[in-house]
Every structure is written in structure tokens, then in C-alpha cells.
């Protein structure tokens, strides 16, 4: 295998990927705990990988664990392993996470979801570098390289005692924060390239033919809530979807449960037999845009720290809203005013004032 086979899908030429690379190669050589902050999809797990291959532990045991799939008790066992008779059903020793990546490297995602228990044994590890098994009263003395991850605000946590400050200060010595797709423009369609080059080389297909105009237009422009996993599904999906490889591709489906049979609204389960589907759509969240003829309702999630510039606010959203409409309508100006509710001349000056027209296209038979 190849050293460096895990970290394939760690491509890009924006500014803001480049310095994430740069600080991964100086912070890989060190036997220090890094934090890796960044949201869903952008690609920690990546990222976790390569600070491992490129330390002097790479040939070693590189171990990953999802903190958020195991309750508080299965997570402790998981982690630390447990000594026969210590709980029901354990009849002989079991060893952690934490032995079997000695000397290599142990990567915890999702970090935030840990309970206080648990956050006061991963101190003792980092401290000292030992731990007792669960049923156990013997330390255990191991050499283990901490990365973690998380999609949350951890200073923000520690704030109000959801997590351990003295933990965070321990894990803290350098931290990664991966940049959104949105905020890497320029990588998007290298990205896009590249999961589109794999898809048809897993489908056969002799060749890919790259994308029109249009397709590359729409990859470019939408906001991607889901980032590089999103991504890598819709860009698969149109290339599956392509009845032509000699063509290029130029359907994409932002969003495959999109459909004039999908149910709407959610059913509860006393009338799961007796009443219908009910035919109002639920609140949408901004991130989201709903299929023709139906209205937009905002559920704002944000935090907003005042005092705010709410004319700037405002505008700022109607452009965000407008252009996340464009692009679920393939640009066609005509959908995009149903999806917003406007007339389509309405629309027109919504895109003349923000300057948006270029966005849009001309010509919507």
C-alpha cells in the first residue's frame, strides 16, 4: 500500500487549502495533540490521516474512532478497554484504542460529543500517558499520538462548561480549521474533475468528456451546506446519470429527492393508517430550496451577535437566497421566481439590483 494512498482526495489550488497543507507538514514531524475543526464534509478524516503518514509514526498503528456512534459506557471500553468480570457479558480482558495504537496514531472524531467522564480520562492520557482499564485499579503507560475533530465551537463549549477548558488547553497546541467549499472556489471543479474521472473508471466508461458551460456554472455557483462529501455524490451521480461518455456531462442534480411523487410533511404514527400524506410542506431552513410552487418559509438558525448592520444583513441574504434559488432551477429565471414566489419581471429587478444577471440566464423558453 501505498504511504500515502489515504490522502488521494486532498486536492486544491486555492490559497486557503494550501496554507491547511502548509500547516499540516509542520505540525505532522511533532508528537503534539492537534485539533482539526471544520464542518460536516470538508474533510477531517482526510486531513487526520496525513498528519499520520507524514509523522515519524507512519509506519505504526493509525486507529480512528467516531465518538458520536457509542454512548458514554461503550465509548470508555472502547477507548480503554476493560478487565475480565468488570461488567456483564465481559468474560475475559479486552485492550482499547488507546493500547493498540501505541506508538502510532489514534484519531477521535467527533470529540465534542464526549462526556465529562471521558474528557477527564483523555487528560490523564495526554498528561501522563497512562490510563486504567474500565474494572481496572493498574495504570497503563502508553505512547499514543491524539488528533481530533470536530464540527463544533469548542472555545464556545468550554465557555459554558460543556467541555473541559483544561482538556481543550491540552489539545489545543495547534489547531487545523479546514475552510468550507464555498470559500474555495477556485478547487471546486478540479475536485469535481477528478471524483468525475474515478466514477467513470468505476463505471468502465472508455473516457470522460468533461462538463458544459452550463454544468460547470452551476457546480461553481451553488453554496455546498455538505462540502467535498456533497459534492463527490453529486458529481458521481450526474456521471452515472450520463447516457453518452463521449458527451460532456451536463445534468446536475443538486438534489435527488426531488421528485413531483415525494411526500411531504411528516406523518404521525397514529395516522399512518387512517389519513393521507399531509400536503403541507414542512418549514424550510435557508440552506434548503423547495421544488416548484411551493412557498419559502425561513427558519432563522444562525446566531447573531449584535449590534448588526440590518440593512446589510438583509441584502446580504436576499442575494445568498436569489442565488441558491438560481442555481436548484439550473438557472432558469422563470423556476427561480416560482421558488421565490415573484413575478418573473419582480425577479428581473431583484437581479438588476444585486447585479446579478450574469448568474441568470437569457433566455428561458
Not at 460536516?40 to 487526520?48: D, F, I, P, S, Y
Not at 479546514?178 to 468525475?196: C, G, S, T, V, Y
Request: negative net charge; glycine residues 6%; proline residues 4%.
Amino acid at each position: 500500500m501505498s504511504r500515502f494512498r489515504q490522502q488521494d482526495n486532498l486536492l486544491g489550488q486555492s490559497n486557503s487549502f494550501l496554507e491547511v497543507l502548509e500547516q499540516i507538514s509542520q505540525i505532522a514531524p511533532l508528537n503534539k495533540p492537534v485539533l482539526i475543526i471544520g464542518e460536516r464534509g470538508t474533510g477531517k478524516e482526510l486531513v487526520a490521516a496525513r498528519l499520520h503518514f507524514l509523522s515519524k509514526r507512519w509506519e505504526q498503528t493509525y486507529l480512528k474512532l467516531n465518538c458520536a456512534a457509542l454512548n458514554e459506557n461503550l465509548l470508555e471500553s472502547e477507548l480503554f478497554g476493560y478487565e475480565a468480570g468488570a461488567f456483564t457479558g465481559a468474560a475475559k480482558r479486552r485492550e482499547g484504542r488507546f493500547e493498540t495504537a501505541h506508538n502510532g496514531t489514534l484519531f477521535l472524531d467527533e470529540l465534542a460529543n464526549t462526556s465529562g467522564m471521558i474528557q477527564e480520562k483523555l487528560l490523564r492520557v495526554i498528561e501522563y500517558g497512562e490510563f486504567e482499564r474500565v474494572g481496572g485499579s493498574r495504570s497503563i503507560k502508553v505512547d499514543v499520538r491524539l488528533v481530533a475533530a470536530t464540527n463544533e465551537d469548542l472555545p464556545a463549549l468550554a465557555d459554558s462548561g460543556e467541555f473541559r477548558a483544561d482538556l481543550l488547553d491540552r489539545l489545543a497546541f495547534d489547531v487545523i480549521t479546514l475552510p468550507p467549499l464555498r470559500e474555495r472556489k477556485d478547487d471546486i471543479l478540479m475536485l469535481a474533475e477528478n471524483f468525475a474521472i474515478n466514477m467513470a473508471r468505476e463505471l468502465e466508461m472508455e473516457l470522460f468528456s468533461g462538463f458544459t458551460e452550463k454544468a460547470k456554472r452551476i457546480l461553481l455557483d451553488y453554496h455546498w451546506p455538505g462540502n467535498i462529501r456533497e459534492l463527490k455524490n453529486v458529481v458521481e451521480r450526474a456521471v452515472y446519470r450520463s447516457n453518452n461518455p463521449n458527451l460532456p456531462v451536463h445534468q446536475i442534480v443538486l438534489d435527488p429527492f426531488e421528485s413531483a411523487f415525494r411526500p411531504k410533511g411528516r406523518i404521525k404514527t397514529q395516522d399512518r393508517i387512517s389519513a393521507p400524506i399531509a400536503q403541507t410542506a414542512p418549514p424550510t431552513v435557508i440552506n434548503e430550496i423547495p421544488k416548484d410552487n411551493d412557498k419559502i418559509k425561513v427558519k432563522p438558525e444562525a446566531v447573531v451577535e449584535f449590534p448588526v448592520d440590518l440593512k446589510e444583513l438583509s441584502q446580504n441574504f436576499e442575494i445568498d437566497l436569489i442565488n441558491k434559488a438560481l442555481a436548484d432551477s439550473q438557472f432558469n429565471q422563470k423556476k427561480t421566481a416560482d421558488k421565490l414566489g415573484l413575478t418573473y419581471h419582480q425577479l428581473r429587478g431583484y437581479l438588476k439590483k444585486y447585479n446579478l444577471l450574469e448568474n441568470a440566464d437569457e433566455d428561458d423558453d
